[in-house]
């Protein structure tokens, strides 16, 4: 209030405390320097700037609108930043509680040579997790017939991989997990590592509205062939037989009284 040229963005993020000790607070310290102030209640993060003061909006305005990817996708940043510089090494496995019952877990092996993400996958409904099964299932096969593309695993919930099984915590009635392995030459350059991240970022997201979309064409399918069967039976329906008029030899209808 009487500020009107200050902007002050609130963000609430999921895992906030292990995203700021797996890169989150350096994020804050470079991309946002500055900026941080108290968030209100119920948020996890506040960013304020002047638009007045600030000498190119459109890098302003970039960072508010990039905050959360900056943010959740700063623990990759960090893995694979190091990844490219060769400079990777055994470092503990950090967990992340991505969403309710779910997790992603950032593993660096021990030949430093690769970056492991596993997601923890669940869904509440059966059918959902039905679908999610069978579309791991499919991308773990496709993704071997894509060349450069990062090796993709799908394990049963009784079975983390290896690079987690130590420190696994998830129920063994989720679905299961489904594994990345990343290399360098997946992020050996800034544009190759933003998108490496932004995809990792958003594979929760396209799992999810890839079931949705699969449901829905599933229903179409169902409607149009329930509505084939209708005209079928439609056709078969035999009409009562109508009386035949009686015509005479000149054409007039017969009557008969």
Known sequence: PGQESVLTLHVALPCY??????????CL???????????EPGYSVALS???????????????????KRNLMGAPF??????????????LPVARLPWRKNESVYIAMPS??????????????????????????????DVGRKVNNAPPVVFSEAKEPPLEIRDT???????VGFVSFTIFDHHVKTPAKLAKTIDNLIGFRNYLHFHIKAAKTNLHMR??????????????AI??????????TSSGKTFTRK
């Not at 696994?168 to 989720?174: A, V």
């Not at 169902?222 to 056709?235: G, T």
Request: hydrophobic content about 35%.
């Open 111 to 140: 030949n430093w040579d690769r970056v492991t993400i596993v997601f923890s996958v669940d869904f509440p409904e059966e059918s959902d997790r039905a679908y999610c099964r069978i579309f791991l299932q499919q991308l773990q």
């Open 77 to 90: 940043q960090k893995a694979f930043s190091s990844l490219a510089a060769g400079t990777a090494k055994d």
């Open 17 to 26: 405390d292990q995203l700021l000790q797996h890169g989150g607070a350096e």
């Open 49 to 67: 700037a002047n638009a007045d003061e600030t000498s190119s909006p459109e890098d302003l305005l970039s960072k508010l609108v990039l905050v």
């Open 238 to 247: 035999m009409t009562a037989d109508k009386p035949k008029d009686m015509k």
């Open 168 to 174: 696994c915590t998830e129920s063994p009635l989720i």
């Open 29 to 39: 310290e470079t991309t946002y320097s500055g900026m941080v102030s108290q968030p």
């Open 222 to 235: 169902m409607r149009r062939k329930v509505n084939s069967w209708i005209q079928i039976v439609n056709r």
